[in-house]
């Protein structure tokens, strides 16, 4: 029989305990870790991108053979939204049961040190219950879940040490600050509620504050047309807060840097930039409210007023040009004109708009009977126009959808101007 020293004993239950967290990675999990890096534009971010995806298949994995009664929602996770992992080095948004959790992935744990985004622990939209380290040894295909840190331990421990957020917008934790077993977090998911590790809410009025910065955003964003350029670089953490907090902004600066501008395309990204800080900063009217006959305040001060029911006495689904015509998105822009000819002078806008409803039918529109609108007088350089909104529930049961008509006219009997569009 050998006697093994104490030391050599430890070693080797250390080394046991290492090959017992050890997660193999499956050839499905790096297929889709080298797809979804690859949408990345920034190369440093696209390699932390293929680390994440490793990350979070190998989490799933060891949640799956440990815990079969915790389901891991992946539906809503960052590395599913390429204009979010592009901007946010881990694997945020990410579910066990009623659980948010964030996963932080690293190449190696020889230094003492946790690099973890500051938008997932400032950005009440990120942060999460507990955030749980997995160390990837890409070059061995395995995983290692490490250790976790709940929100609560985290923001103590912040506070504590009067520990500030890095120039890059990353904070360095502690590797010590880590449970190192993380069976615990399995307890701590299967028998803790959620209210019990309390997350901060939403921020109010962020339409006002992205409103105080849009002209600052609008000249600063471009500068991030360099796929190299990181926003720390170029935005304040506010500023870079307000486009972290807003998917449209997110998605533009994507698209930005995963397309090459040309010199002359600037001026047409620009103009795209300003739309949507107009959109995010505006106030929207509630076009739900007008199927119940009812305008909300804003319609209201814009002097919008309801159409009459019977404008919608035509039955029949929605067409155009032989296809389902829908809104699914506040992003959907449509250009178009509706000229008002052929509709008799000194008819009420309800009889004026059921003319233009014929008009729709010949082209191949119908609206139904439930449908719901409102109109608006406008005066453009002279030309007396109205716009008239129409909206109706879509029919499915399982999708809540609606549909969106705007129809731009002129008085009757006088034409739009020439080139003249509607653009929303």
């Known amino acids: 029989m050998i006697n093994f020293p104490n030391h050599n004993t430890q070693m080797l239950i250390d080394f046991e305990a290492l090959l017992t967290e050890s997660i ?20 440093q971010l696209q390699w932390q991108t ?17 815990a079969t009664n915790l389901t891991l929602d992946r539906e809503d996770c960052s590395v599913n939204e390429p204009a979010t992992a592009n901007a946010i080095a881990a694997v945020c948004n990410l579910k066990v049961n009623e659980f948010k959790l964030c996963l932080i992935a690293t190449g190696s744990l020889t230094d003492e040190e946790v690099t973890v985004p500051r938008a997932v622990v400032d950005l009440p939209e990120f942060v999460a219950h507990f955030y749980v380290l997995v160390e990837v040894q890409e070059e061995q295909d ?10 609560n331990q985290l923001v103590e421990r912040l506070s504590r040490v009067n520990l500030e957020a890095e120039e890059d917008w990353t904070y360095q934790l502690p590797l010590s600050w880590f449970e190192s077993n993380p069976n615990h977090l399995l307890l701590n998911l299967r028998c803790l509620e959620p209210t019990a590790i309390p997350l901060p809410t939403m921020v109010p009025n962020r339409q006002m504050a992205l409103s105080q910065m849009r002209s600052e955003l609008e000249a600063l964003l471009p500068q991030l047309q360099s796929r190299d350029r990181h926003p720390w670089q170029v935005l304040t953490w506010e500023q870079g807060a307000a ?4 998917p449209e902004l997110l998605n533009w600066l994507y698209q930005l840097q995963s397309q090459n501008v040309e010199p002359q395309s600037i001026v047409s990204v620009q103009n795209h930039l300003a739309d949507i800080l107009q959109l995010l900063t505006q106030p929207a009217l509630n076009a739900r409210r007008w199927l119940s006959n009812q305008l909300d305040e804003l319609a209201e001060e814009l002097s919008w007023v309801l159409l009459p029911t019977p404008s919608f006495e035509m ?6 040009l032989g296809e389902e015509f829908q809104v699914p998105t506040p992003s959907f822009a449509m250009r178009g004109e509706m000229r008002s000819e052929g509709i008799p002078l000194g008819l009420s806008p309800g009889e004026e708009f059921q003319g233009i409803v014929e008009q729709l039918k010949q082209q191949g529109v119908e609206i139904p009977v439930q449908a719901r609108g409102a109109y608006r007088h406008l005066n453009l350089a002279g030309t007396s126009l109205q716009v008239y909104a129409v909206t109706w529930p879509m029919q499915s049961e399982s999708i809540d959808e609606w549909t969106l008509l705007l129809v731009l006219g002129g008085s009757p009997g006088i034409s739009l101007p ?3 569009q509607l653009r929303v």
């Open 24 to 43: 193999e990675l499956s050839p499905e999990t790096i297929d889709e870790a080298v797809k979804i890096s690859t949408q990345i534009p920034n190369e």
């Open 50 to 66: 293929y680390l994440n995806v490793l990350a979070l298949g190998g989490f799933e994995e060891w949640l799956g053979t440990r």
């Open 142 to 151: 395995t995983a290692v879940v490490y250790g976790f840190l709940s929100y």
């Open 243 to 246: 486009v972290l907090n807003s």
């Open 315 to 320: 039955r029949g689904e929605m067409r155009l």
């Open 418 to 420: 020439p080139g003249l």
